[in-house]
């Protein structure tokens, strides 16, 4: 809400100048901030090459920088590995017992013919000395991040029955640039900031981007006309769909239905924000909110049946839930002065929150499930915009370095931390996109 606030300050204040040439997409650059001794040990053998020349990603890396970002595992250093094993046949499992390694993970790289490449890899397990994966992709050498991310995905759900979310993208705004040079950029990316892409470039502000559920589209808000106006853009194809444009007040905060027929807003063309329902296809509004409170941040829950929102029609900005046609809505937090920016786990148990006591704000994850029991899994003091992986392992949050913007992955534990930092600019507003079809 904190945010928040200043968003609708800028809407209402209407905009920034237009300004300056294009930004360049910058890769993020990535560094892990924590780590969780008791975490799983797991092995990651550089895999093996049959010949041609070096291949563009380390598969192995990807998986082990995977692991330890995840909170769960806890992979072997590189530089600790002293055998290179390739099949189950060459292992010598006492070597990996004396390492104190859980489980085992090996892998081979072979030429496929057509341009492609052939990625062979086994799961052990080192105790039981008993296989418990061994698949193959065949991909082209510049997808082996890809792969490398499936892989990873694959052990994750082998070993904590819960499905990986390493193979999927995270969406952002960049900023880069000062005062009237800076240019806005909608970034999507890999789920550990690699491989960005441009889906959208702005001389003024975009803000809120959100994820359709099949991962095809992002909503947004841009204020290119000179007022705000939520979009939806097509990510392979570029094209896009206007669905909010009131010329009086604000246009905001989109969010998807979890069938992707919905999107709720916040608009102020009635006098002050309220919650709107906008039916996709027929453009057709609904008004679920009525009070004189501003009421903004609308999130679904995972079953479609509920929205939850911040709202300081209490006094101060809190969380409520209401039925998503409408009607009456129930206030979900009081522990700490200041509530917002609510982001629901996949199975509606868990919801993420910037909590803010005095001058410090941090993400809290509210555990419905155990009595709304609060954790905190970041430290402040200005942190902003938390977003769930599909699978609620971990979290995207934004936050304050110095006079930056930074983004941070934690484990939905808030054990281990990894920063994501753009080489020049700001980076904020993240959100963490649905899974990829298999």
């Known amino acids: 809400m904190r945010r928040t606030f200043s968003r609708l300050v800028l809407l209402l204040a209407a905009l920034a100048a237009l300004v300056a040439g294009p930004a360049a997409a910058q890769s993020l650059n990535v560094e892990i901030v924590g780590g969780l001794k008791t975490a799983i040990p797991i092995a990651v053998v550089p895999f093996a090459q049959a010949g041609g020349a070096p291949l563009p990603t380390d598969v192995s890396d990807v998986i082990r920088a995977d692991f330890n970002r995840s909170g769960k595992f806890r992979s072997l250093e590189k530089n600790d590995i002293v055998e290179t094993p390739s099949q189950g046949s060459d292992i010598k499992f006492a070597t990996w017992r004396l390492l104190k390694q859980d489980y085992l993970t090996i892998g081979r790289i072979s030429d496929a013919g057509g341009g492609m490449l052939k990625v062979e890899y086994e799961l052990w397990d080192v105790n039981r000395q008993q296989s418990l994966l061994a698949q193959s992709f065949t991909a082209p050498a510049g997808d082996l991040r890809g792969v490398a991310h499936q892989i990873a995905d694959q052990i994750y759900e082998k070993i904590t029955g819960v499905r990986g979310a390493f193979w999927t993208r995270i969406a952002y705004i960049t900023a880069v640039g000062t005062g009237n040079n800076t240019t806005y950029s909608l970034i999507v990316a890999d789920s550990d900031g690699y491989n960005p892409q441009v889906v959208a470039r702005s001389r003024e502000s ?50 998807w239905s979890p069938d992707g027929s919905k999107l709720a807003v916040s608009l102020s063309y009635v006098g002050n924000p309220e919650i709107f329902v906008i039916d996709v296809a027929s453009r057709t509004e609904t008004r679920v909110t009525n009070n004189f409170a501003i009421d903004t941040e609308p999130t679904f829950t995972p079953d479609g049946q509920s929205i939850i929102f911040t709202s300081d029609r209490s006094g101060k900005p809190q ?78 949050y934004a936050a304050s370095q110095g006079t930056r913007g930074v983004l941070y992955a934690v484990s939905a534990d808030g054990l281990v931390r990894q920063r994501l930092v753009l080489s020049d600019g700001d980076v904020r507003e993240p959100s963490w996109g649905p899974y990829r079809q298999r």
């Open 319 to 396: 969380l409520y839930q209401m039925p998503a046609s409408g009607g009456s809505a129930q206030r979900l937090t009081f522990q700490g002065g200041f509530n917002a920016s609510a982001s629901v786990s996949y199975d509606g148990k868990q919801i993420a929150m910037v909590q803010g006591n005095g001058n410090v704000y941090r993400i809290a994850i509210m555990d419905r499930s155990l009595g709304g029991q609060v954790r905190f899994v970041s430290p402040g003091n200005v942190d902003d915009s938390p977003s769930f992986a599909p699978n609620a392992s971990m979290l995207l």
């Open 206 to 255: 975009l803000l809120g981007p959100a994820w359709s559920p099949d991962g095809s589209k992002i909503a947004y808000v841009s204020f290119e006309s000179g007022n705000s106006q939520v979009y939806i853009q097509n990510i392979s194809t570029g094209s896009r769909s206007l669905i909010a444009s009131h010329p009086r007040g604000i246009n905001s905060a989109p969010s």
